[in-house]
Structures are given as structure tokens and as C-alpha cells.
């Protein structure tokens, strides 16, 4: 029965949100290198190498729990998600989230810019592997439920024990977003 999950692939297991393809691909990649390209590349900004709580605990991003299940310390934001998965729509290349772009006065005469920090994070054959696999969630895996007709979708879907968090992030030609439902 082990080696069921382990002669899965990397599509089967993001289209059908099979966890133990997850964990293995993070043990393939290592768990620094994981962490580092999460947090630094995807601008995962929440991750923590090492937190203490107030009991004396210590808590760290730098696992499977947290890296291949979605179970962070003090999880991640809306924002720091739609940044990331915009990354695959760009070609790679990741731009910090903003939530304007100019602000122009009543005469037309720009009062506020808010330019975008930018930078490659992933080759275009990463990137076309990812879109594939996204495609694939959205056109016969999980994220079936957010196909638009007429409309190109691409996505994941998560969800922690007992639905006490479930996500999708994703994005069309136009629009990245993800989507957070929980307490």
C-alpha cells in the first residue's frame, strides 16, 4: 500500500490533492531549500525559522507539517498567496502584491505611484510545468468547482482537519486572487 502514493506523480497529486506526493516532493527538494525559496522567493514573509511562544514552546516553519501539509506557525496571508500563485501567471516572475497602482488629483495630475519590486524566481520551464499542473486541478481535479466558462483557470485548492481552513488561489488571464474561508 505505500508504494501506491509513491508511484503517483506530481500532476496526479496536485490535481487530486494527494498529501503524501507533497510531503515526498519536499523530502526530494530538502527542507531549507523549501523554506528559503517559500519565504524569500515567494514572499511567504509570515514563515518562521524558530519562534518561542509563551510557554516556552518551540515553534518552526522549517518542516513538513508546516511546508508540504499548509500548517505555517502563524500561517500566511491572502496578499502573500496571490502574490505567489500571480508568479506562475508572470511567467515566473514574482512582483510584490499592491492593492493601487496610481492616484491621480482631480486636474489629472498623478499624486501618488506605487511601483512594484519584481524579480525572477522560477525558469519558464518550472513555470510551464506548474501552469499545466494548475490547469489540471481546476479542469479535472478539486478546483473543478471555480471553472469559469469561456474563461482560462488555474488553481489549487487546500483545506487543513476538519475544513478548519480551506483555500483556493488561483488566477485567469486577467485576475490572481486567492481565497480564504475560516475561523
Given at each position: 500500500?505505500?508504494?501506491?502514493?509513491?508511484?503517483?506523480?506530481?500532476?496526479?497529486?496536485?490535481?487530486?490533492?494527494?498529501?503524501?506526493?507533497?510531503?515526498?516532493?519536499?523530502?526530494?527538494?530538502?527542507l531549507?531549500?523549501?523554506?528559503?525559496?517559500?519565504?524569500?522567493?515567494?514572499?511567504?514573509?509570515?514563515?518562521?525559522?524558530?519562534?518561542?511562544?509563551?510557554?516556552?514552546?518551540?515553534?518552526?516553519?522549517?518542516?513538513?507539517?508546516?511546508?508540504?501539509?499548509?500548517?505555517?506557525?502563524?500561517?500566511?496571508?491572502?496578499?502573500?498567496?496571490?502574490?505567489?500563485y500571480?508568479?506562475?501567471?508572470?511567467?515566473?516572475?514574482?512582483?510584490e502584491?499592491?492593492?493601487?497602482?496610481?492616484?491621480?488629483?482631480s486636474?489629472?495630475?498623478?499624486?501618488?505611484?506605487?511601483?512594484?519590486?519584481?524579480?525572477?524566481?522560477?525558469s519558464q520551464?518550472?513555470?510551464?510545468?506548474?501552469?499545466?499542473?494548475l490547469?489540471n486541478?481546476?479542469?479535472?481535479?478539486?478546483?473543478?468547482?471555480?471553472?469559469?466558462?469561456?474563461?482560462?483557470?488555474?488553481?489549487?485548492?487546500?483545506?487543513?482537519?476538519?475544513?478548519?481552513?480551506?483555500w483556493?488561489?488561483?488566477?485567469?488571464?486577467?485576475?490572481?486572487?486567492?481565497?480564504?474561508?475560516g475561523?
Open positions: 500500500r505505500a508504494n501506491y502514493y509513491y508511484t503517483r506523480n506530481i500532476l496526479f497529486g496536485l490535481t487530486q490533492s494527494v498529501n503524501t506526493v507533497s510531503v515526498h516532493t519536499l523530502n526530494t527538494l530538502g531549507e531549500y523549501s523554506f528559503d525559496f517559500a519565504k524569500n522567493k515567494f514572499g511567504l514573509d509570515h514563515l518562521v525559522e524558530r519562534y518561542v511562544n509563551s510557554n516556552g514552546t518551540v515553534l518552526t516553519d522549517l518542516g513538513i507539517w508546516p511546508l508540504a501539509m499548509g500548517a505555517p506557525t502563524f500561517g500566511v496571508t491572502v496578499r502573500e498567496m496571490s502574490a505567489a500571480a508568479s506562475f501567471a508572470n511567467g515566473g516572475v514574482y512582483r502584491a499592491r492593492t493601487f497602482t496610481k492616484v491621480y488629483n486636474d489629472g495630475k498623478l499624486v501618488l505611484s506605487n511601483d512594484q519590486d519584481s524579480r525572477q524566481v522560477m520551464k518550472a513555470v510551464d510545468y506548474m501552469n499545466y499542473c490547469d486541478v481546476v479542469k479535472e481535479g478539486t478546483g473543478t468547482p471555480a471553472d469559469i466558462a469561456g474563461q482560462h483557470v488555474a488553481g489549487k485548492t487546500g483545506s487543513t482537519t476538519s475544513n478548519k481552513d480551506r483556493f488561489c488561483g488566477y485567469t488571464d486577467y485576475y490572481t486572487a486567492a481565497v480564504w474561508c475561523y
